[in-house]
């Protein structure tokens, strides 16, 4: 069983940057693929970034340019750097893992998840 454990959220001006992390318990990240989701007040999980075992990167449009996903195999580790915030960023963001190579949009391909962090970004 896989744990996660997600930090980094907090409260930020609209304009400034939030650094996002996931660390894993007990398992390495190298045989998952891993993925960023949010979830805002009154509104489905959506997805935001996902990184394939093999590193290959994809956003969803309304965080392309502003976010960036990364992995640290050696300290079981996922990042979001997130730049640029806006109120509409604020949500709860979860991380995600999938036992595979490839890494999928739609939340129904994961099968581990952390418990969140809230991300709120102010006007």
């Known amino acids: 069983q896989v744990q996660f454990v997600e930090s980094g959220g907090g409260l930020v001006q609209a304009g400034g940057s939030l650094r996002l992390s996931c660390a894993a318990s007990?398992?390495?990240?190298?045989?998952?693929?891993m993925a960023w989701f949010r979830q805002a007040p009154g509104k489905e999980r959506e997805f935001v970034s996902t990184i394939s075992r093999s590193g290959t990167t994809d956003y969803a449009d309304s965080v392309k340019g502003r976010f960036t996903i990364s992995k640290d195999n050696a300290k079981i580790a996922l990042y979001l750097q997130m730049n640029s915030l806006k109120p509409e960023d604020t949500a709860v963001y979860y991380c995600?893992?999938?036992?595979?190579?490839?890494?999928?949009?739609?939340?129904?391909?994961?099968?581990?998840w952390g418990q969140g962090t809230q991300v709120t970004v102010s006007a």
């Open positions: 995600a893992a999938r036992s595979g190579s490839n890494a999928y949009r739609p939340r129904q391909f994961y099968d581990y």
């Open positions: 007990g398992r390495t990240f190298s045989n998952y693929a």
